[in-house]
């Protein structure tokens, strides 16, 4: 079935750092993927999207881009801000329902 | 003004209870959704109904009963509340049901069962 997987662990970093998330999925197909932020206390927030292979999603900084060759779409931002620190999901379309990785906490330091 | 609201946003209750999280979408949308975050910040699918009607039913205890009076609303009625259903809850909508559909998720319904 579809899965996505993400780095184990929480991420520390100092401010204006330069920050990468790994995602992998599986899947047949060709789903679309996504990643959302959830900052502490909130619900879940869209960060961004790509829907076929190739496509770079962009949003506040943040980017990630679509490889099918590789079943990859990492996140990545040049330099981090405090306001960044919150927990980020890589997630896949597909079977009328997102599945999502189990979740990275990014905590940013001044 | 927002998009997909849930209510309660805390609760706390007795093991043995029932309680009813409401959800509402203002988005137009045809699809919503209850996801669980667990201690661990995993997200799972319970449901999903697509124009009020049921469509994913994941494994869950059948304590556990949505039901969707019209496509913009979506609520979870839990019977006989365990320890163990201590979680958030979000309730989520997309405009369909469609793998590449944005989900937009409430804020969430801190759950916990004493």
């Known amino acids: 079935g579809n899965s996505v997987t993400q780095m184990e662990g929480p991420v520390t970093l100092s401010e204006e750092a330069f920050l990468t998330i790994n995602c992998t999925y599986t899947a047949t197909g060709y789903p679309s993927l996504f990643w959302y932020v959830q900052y502490p206390g909130e619900g879940l927030q869209l960060l961004l999207k790509?829907?076929?292979?190739?496509d770079k999603g962009s949003n506040k900084g943040f980017e990630a881009t679509y490889r099918k060759e590789t079943t990859s779409f990492h996140l990545e931002k040049g330099s981090v801000q405090v306001s960044d620190s919150a927990v980020y999901f890589c997630?896949?379309?597909?079977?009328?329902?997102?599945?999502f990785g189990k979740g990275n906490q990014v905590v940013v330091i001044p | 003004d927002t998009a997909v609201s849930q209510t309660p946003k805390y609760l706390v209750t007795q093991m043995g209870n029932d309680k009813s999280i409401k959800c509402e979408q203002n988005l137009g949308h045809d699809t919503m959704y209850w996801y669980k975050q667990d201690s661990k910040k995993f997200l799972k699918i319970m449901f999903s109904y697509n124009n009020k009607e049921l469509i994913i039913n994941e494994t869950v205890p059948n304590r556990f009963s949505p039901k969707s009076p019209d496509k913009a609303h979506l609520n979870l009625h839990i019977n006989s509340l365990e320890l163990g259903d201590s979680a958030v809850y979000f309730c989520?909508?997309?405009?369909?049901?469609?793998?590449?559909?944005?989900?937009?998720f409430g804020e969430g319904s801190w759950l916990t069962v004493v």
């Open positions: 989520a909508s997309s405009l369909a049901s469609g793998q590449g559909n944005t989900i937009y």
């Open positions: 790509a829907t076929k292979a190739d």
């Open positions: 997630a896949l379309g597909g079977n009328n329902r997102l599945a």
